[in-house]
């Protein structure tokens, strides 16, 4: 049988996620989900335009784990997914990485839509993949996204917010050692 999930969530980390208790369980998987043995979060802040167009989420990466002796504190960063409004699906996006604004190239994928069973009314799931990142080289990067058509152009405009109102992202790695 195949495992339910490919990828594990080895940080179910947000913008400035509070814990969300009648929030929807984001990211909508059976994996794994510790921030105690992950070394990715993202910068607690609002989402910033590093150029027209584009509106970015800054990465950093923690010195140590919580639990500095688990394989997953040294995993790479695969995907990330982000928890959006229903809406927005279908909205033709790109998706580009660098650590400015003068830096950014594309990431090797282009955002994907998806409408999880679990997800409840009016979510939907923004997937990235590919990223191909690493503890080393996801330090400061900033994920940006770009919407080609539609009315989905600004990161209030996609996220479907946290508590705080923020944008909620999960991180996940490539494979699923991690516990
Ligand atoms: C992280 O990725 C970069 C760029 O692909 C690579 O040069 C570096 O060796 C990797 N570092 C680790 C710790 O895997």
Redesign the pocket.
Known sequence: MRRASAFLALLAGLVGLASAQNAPSFPFCQCVRSTSTSRYEVVDTPAVSLKPGYWCVQLKVKETCDKPKSPCC?A?LYKIELLAQAGCVGSRMTASYGYSASSLVEVPSVPTWETPDAAPEGAAVLKLVRL??????ADGIYICYKALSGSCRKAEQVCLPGPDGRCQLSLFSSDSSCW
């Open positions: 040294q790479d191909g990142l690493n503890v080393s080289s």
